[in-house]
């Protein structure tokens, strides 16, 4: 069973930082599509960002300049930097990873970020 284990969500105040962190397990890491989706009170889940196999990314407007994504393919783990945050990014963030049409989801870490 696939395996995506999120940590590094806190309460943060406005202008702050968080580094997300994912950790996948019994999946061949590296051929597989990782995102970070979020998921607000009363929202639908909306992607944040992804990067493929290779290092390309693609970020939502709303994060672009603040947000950061990364990987490790040797650890298994991909990230998410979150700098400059706004209460509008308050949210569960969820790690996916997809391939060949399947996708994968972790439990989501909440990052609550203070006016």
């Known amino acids: 069973q696939v395996q995506l284990v999120e940590s590094g969500g806190g309460l943060v105040q406005a202008g702050g930082s968080l580094r997300l962190s994912c950790a996948a397990a019994r999946i061949i890491f590296s051929g597989y599509l990782m995102g970070w989706y979020r998921q607000a009170p009363g929202k639908q889940r909306e992607l944040v960002a992804t990067i493929t196999s290779g290092g390309s990314t693609n970020y939502v407007d709303s994060v672009k300049g603040r947000f950061t994504i990364s990987r490790d393919n040797a650890k298994n783990t991909v990230y998410l930097q979150m700098n400059s945050l706004k209460p509008e990014d308050t949210a569960v963030y969820y790690c996916?990873?997809?391939?060949?049409?399947?996708?994968?989801w972790g439990q989501g870490t909440q990052v609550t970020v203070s006016s």
């Open positions: 996916n990873a997809q391939r060949a049409g399947r996708g994968y």
